[in-house]
């Protein structure tokens, strides 16, 4: 009895799937164990540093008994728990930015989120399960706003998931969720960007709907920072509402090369012929599947446009930026902001 609640308490403290009947101490992070006396085969997902200690390898069988009963199951993956798995159900104060990126969506006016993750990242898809548990418990705490997204999930917004389980490249990724997505235009939001609101994605959806075209999100970066990005040449100037029709773009040109000093941020309205563009296109810059590829095809064969952000982005993508986020946000929130405020001054 110990061991069974010790693991759900591990299970909802770290969001990870265990699998049934194994001692905890091994640290399975996900997959699915059976009897020994059933046909079916066992397949488990291992933590790297634990499968190094323990000497593990995939293809390893592990045997073990609970209650006197045989348990067996195989090695068939092993996990890094790295920055890029883990950041999305980090939390920005009390929300996870996957759940922000959600929120972004439905206030745009989206009622069906496709998640495409990997089957290596079963904490993304666990955080989705229904629990109404902890929608009750975060409401009996005061935490309404947090109670009211999760209590949207499934009920105002469908999630659906598909699967890329190989990094070839974000046009790659889009390419996968062409099932789920069907025949319609539809956003892409790059968890790794939080914007502060859904203005951006909601007047992108109005750009796509009254030019028949695919649209992006675009900033304006110093020169020097081009070349980490798909930057865009554009066909004229902006108009009144930051609105510019795009010509052609490339993925992360040098500086020398680049055609303007307009970026892609990562947030795209595209309509569905860009699914046909993805399979046809090559692998580009960084030997991946570029999306900006299959866009410029687009731009060059109709109506395409970009539409300038003016509301605050964050890039989590990597530690530093994602630490300025939380910051930022701290320090604007009304409960703690006031609180975190005075103790930044007291550190330095
Ligand atoms: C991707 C896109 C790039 C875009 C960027 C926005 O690059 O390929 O065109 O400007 O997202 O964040 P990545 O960040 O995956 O290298």
């Not at 059976?34 to 000497?55: H, K, M, P, Y």
């Not at 996990?79 to 009390?94: E, T």
């Not at 020169?223 to 980490?228: L, M, N, Q, R």
Request: hydrophobic residues 45%.
């Amino acid at each position: 009895a110990f061991e069974e609640r010790a693991r759900r308490m591990v299970e909802r403290e770290f969001n990870l799937s265990f699998m049934h009947d194994l001692p905890l101490h091994n640290r399975i992070v996900a997959g699915r164990a059976f009897n020994t006396d059933d046909a079916a085969r066992g397949a488990l997902s291992v933590e790297e540093g634990i499968a190094r200690t323990l000497g593990w390898n995939i293809g390893d069988v592990l045997t073990w008994q609970v209650a006197g009963e045989n348990f067996k199951a195989e090695i068939v993956n092993i996990r890094k728990l790295d920055w890029d798995s883990m950041r999305v159900n980090f939390f920005v104060i009390a929300t996870p930015a996957l759940q922000l990126i959600i929120d972004e969506a439905t206030g745009a006016g989206i009622d069906h989120v496709v998640v495409v993750t990997s089957h290596a990242k079963p904490a993304i898809e666990a955080y989705f399960d229904h629990a109404p548990e902890v929608v009750a418990k975060l409401r009996s705490t005061g935490r309404h706003a947090m109670a009211d997204s999760l209590g949207r999930i499934g009920r105002d917004v469908r999630i659906s998931f598909a699967y890329q389980d190989e990094a070839r490249g974000l046009g790659h990724a889009v390419g996968c969720a062409r099932e789920a997505v069907g025949d319609e235009p539809f956003a892409v939001l790059l968890p790794d960007e939080l914007m502060g609101d859904s203005s951006l994605l909601t007047q992108m959806i109005d750009v796509c709907a009254s030019s028949g075209g695919s649209v992006v999100g675009l900033k304006q970066v110093p020169a020097a920072e081009v070349s980490a990005y798909g930057v865009i040449a554009p066909a004229g100037s902006l108009d009144a509402r930051g609105v510019v029709r795009v010509a052609s773009m490339v993925e992360k040109p040098a500086v020398a090369d680049a055609p303007s000093d307009l970026i892609i941020i990562g947030r795209y309205v595209l309509t569905p012929d860009v699914f046909d563009r993805i399979a046809e296109v090559q692998p580009g810059s960084g030997g991946e599947i570029q999306l900006t590829d299959a866009l410029r095809t687009q731009a060059h064969g109709g109506p395409f446009h970009g539409v300038l952000s003016t509301i605050r982005r964050f890039d989590t993508g990597n530690p530093f930026g994602w630490l300025t986020a939380v910051v930022e946000l701290a320090l604007d929130d009304p409960d703690i902001g006031p609180r975190f405020r005075t103790w930044l001054h007291e550190q330095f």
